[in-house]
Nanobody
């Protein structure tokens, strides 16, 4: 079973930066897409950024130009660099990855990490 462990959340003032990390572990044969989602209180989970195995990226309009997603395939790790943070970025951020184990495909979520941006 593939597990994802996130780190790097916390409390930051508006205009500040944070870097989230998410490491995948387990019987991984290959990882295709990796991404970050967020869920604010009372709202649905939404895609923040995604990155394909070849490095192609996609961002929510609300974070374009401020957030950067990257991945280290050798470490099965995805990162989210968040700059110019705003109070509306406050949410629990979840990592997601999908790919293949030796005998099955997987689609896994991390446990979430809280990001709080104060005004």
């Amino acid at each position: 079973q593939v597990q994802l462990v996130e780190s790097g959340g916390g409390l930051v003032q508006a205009g500040g930066s944070l870097r989230l990390s998410c490491a995948a572990s387990g019987s991984i044969f290959s990882i295709n897409g990796m991404g970050w989602y967020r869920q604010a209180p009372g709202k649905q989970r939404e895609l923040v950024a995604a990155i394909g195995s070849g490095g192609s990226t996609d961002y929510a309009d609300s974070v374009k130009g401020r957030f950067t997603i990257s991945r280290d395939n050798a470490k099965n790790t995805v990162y989210l660099q968040m700059n110019s943070l705003k109070p509306k970025d406050t949410a629990v951020y979840f990592c997601h990855a999908e790919g293949s184990e030796p005998q099955a495909e997987f689609s896994s979520w991390g446990q979430g990490t809280q990001v709080t941006v104060s005004s």
